[in-house]
């Protein structure tokens, strides 16, 4: 037996290795307490420490068979602690605020802890509740996640029957830093365009190259499943998830979801260990069931102004697209996503069977009916964070519960009812504790037998997705090798590469771009007022550059006189009016509800529906969600003065406009005065000089439509994919799904033969 140590950065994460001849390498810990059996001359991990070599230890059967062999040996309590998926942590802990943890009952700060250490609420969970999920945000570094993942994995070996942790990330390779879901840009990882931006590719072979890629470097963060893609087809242009989309297509974001999951769940040749799962494969959860992206008025289900989706135009089937053609029909082995994500929607009127109008996940056709059945998915079906968590009174809340349609029950009878409908996971919820009171809520309505196979049912799903990953054998690793591979060289040329093919021209008048090299540019400092961040946190007032100057001067010469300036160059983003709801409204006596704005200037109403589609009927909710007549103004309408002031500066010259979109955007407020519009998905400073000087050339185009005005937006239909009249600039180019324009004109070519209707 071939025995090493695993030393590092002069610590002893004390991990032993085992070589078997024609199988795997098996990584246990010392500390952990596990054996390692030899029979048949192979050797062999005794993870339930029983002496014996049990079926589920047994890395020559299949998967499926040492899942069921597994499940049936676990305790009611083990299972049910397998169905738990964590609340968010960062490595190290926070020690306030949304991600805080302890030490020892300390701060990290105070308890002297290695950053790599192990929390007192982590201990917890994995050892009382048998927590096995566990979603990670920000990391240190990749040595220290690589550190950290060792850590759980000797704790939980050396807990029970051995399970391995399975760690899980949001998209976290985005280069839009200010993105509310990207948790890990800042140059560690390679970075790449925000999924709008692979979209704007109009290339699947580029977000499946982005798939493998990321896949390698979660699995070197000890990352093995992704919450994503996010799939929802983005019908309402006002929508703030809009951008972790593939836009509003149901072809092109079909064709990307199938390719974004090939990418990050097949593993080929060695690292392969069968049908196509092995050492590179991360198991990606793909969301959100049945598509979430037609909320009336455009608001959000993370609050609960937001919880109904609206299907006026009757296109619900459009939103399964992504799901059932592409994250379920895969090109490569592993045949479809390994789990599912339904969002926090009521999918309003859409329960054809019990007329149920409750959260996605806790509606029985919806999951039993339509998924299972119909659609004949068996894989994970996870909830979405926080939904059997009480509503706070707030409805412009993030941290709120959000148990949308069932606030009356019970969170034990929440997580029954999520039982009855066919859900396996709970998101996050770290205690054990209601999930074992539903489980007797169904012993006294079904009996025992009943509800320990529904039990076993769900555990085998969700430890078929840990054994395929070779996980049971060896879920350790070294940390120089994690830093060699997250964000090396190779990976960060093709992250790089994909934000150049994602930004898209939108005008280039009398050819103002390329400019040509040493180009004198005036770039004015961006205001940003006061403001609340994602989690509620107050915000400065900035006045400040928005880009490297630094990166600038090494293209152009700046000058901060427009008068020196051959050109102007303005940074702006997307209109940000809001939630659509008002606390301040409903303070007043409103209803709370106003509208969502997309464009800069104030914005009236005028054209709203009188009454809403959908509203609570709770004496303390409101049931009419119009905002007809009301008024909003956006956060950043400083862009729009910007631009203005910019153009009258230049007094003639040439006026470029470099637009972050997260949204559609209503242009039509400066399109007239400026010269040049390029608009990105996130994308880093050097790229865009490298594109405005020529170095590269635009080829992206539109995922999206772009609405002429603020009335099509409003007159569009929530759940109606490319249904808005389309802005017309002074050039005469229309500003639909799957327009560009490269240095030559307006692109033509396969992409916009095969996707534009």
Known sequence: MNNNNNKTNGKLDDIAYVHNQGGPTLGYSRSSGIRILEQDGYFFKDLGKNGKLDPYEDWRLPAKERAKDLASKMTVEQIAGLMLYSRHQAVPAASNGWFAATYNGKTYEESGAEPWE??????????????RHILITTVQSPEVAAHWNNKVQAFAEGNGLGIPANNSSDPRHGSDSSAEFNVGSGGVVSMWPE?????????????????????????????TTALSPQVDIATDPRWFRFNGTFGEDPKLSTDMARAYVDGFQNSEGERELAEGWGLDSVNAMVKHWPGGGSGEGGRDAHFGSGKYAVYPGGRFNDHLKPFIDGAFKLDGKTGKASAVMPYYTISFGQDQVNGENVGNSYNKYLIRDLL?????????????????????????????????????????ERHYKLLMAGVDQFGGNNEIGPVLEAYQMGVLEHGEAFMRQRFEASAV??????????????????????????????????????????????????????????????????????????????????????????????????????????????????????IGYSQEDADRGGSGYVPISLQFKPYTAELARTVSLAGDPRENDVLNRSYK??????????????????????????????????????????????????????????????????????????????????????????????????????????YDFAYGLNWQGVIEDERTKTYRQ
């Open 118 to 131: 192990l929390t007192d609420e982590q201990k917890a969970f994995l050892e009382q509740d048998h927590l």
């Open 195 to 223: 999924s709008l931006g692979l979209a704007a590719t109009f290339d699947p072979e580029v977000t499946r190259k982005f798939g493998e890629i990321a896949s390698k470097e979660y699995r070197a963060l000890g990352i």
């Open 372 to 412: 299972r059945d119909e659609y004949g998915y068996d894989g994970v079906v996870c909830t979405d964070w926080l939904i059997t968590a009480d509503e706070t009174v707030s409805k412009d809340s993030f941290l709120s519960g959000k148990s949308w349609g069932v606030e009356h029950l019970s969170v034990a």
């Open 461 to 578: 799903r969700l430890l078929l997705n840990i054994f395929r990953l070779g996980l049971f054998e060896n879920p350790y690793l070294i940390p120089e090798q994690s830093k060699e591979i997250v964000g090396c060289p190779e990976f960060a040329k093709a992250g790089y590469e994909a934000q150049l093919k994602s930004v898209v021209l939108l005008k280039n008048k009398n050819n103002v771009l390329p400019l040509a090299k040493k180009t004198k540019l005036f770039i004015p400092k961006r205001y940003t007022p006061a403001g609340k961040d994602w989690f509620g946190n107050p915000t400065p007032e900035k006045l400040e550059y928005p880009v490297s100057l630094d990166i600038v001067s090494k293209y152009f010469t700046l000058t901060e006189n427009p008068e020196e300036a051959d050109a102007g160059l303005v940074f702006i983003t997307n209109p940000q009016s809001g």
């Open 629 to 734: 007549g009301k008024t909003v103004a956006t956060h950043n309408e400083a862009d729009l003065d910007m631009i203005l002031k910019t153009a009258e500066a230049m007094k003639g010259k040439p006026v470029i406009v470099s637009m972050l979109l997260s949204n559609p955007a209503v242009v039509g407020e400066f399109e007239p005065y400026v010269d040049t519009i390029i608009a990105n998905f996130g994308m880093q400073d050097q790229a865009l000089m490298d594109m405005l000087s020529g170095e590269a050339e635009p080829s992206g185009l539109l995922p999206m439509q772009m609405p002429a005005d603020m009335n099509t937006v409003e007159l569009q239909l929530e759940d109606v994919p490319l249904d808005m009249e389309c802005y017309k600039d002074s050039e005469n180019h229309m």
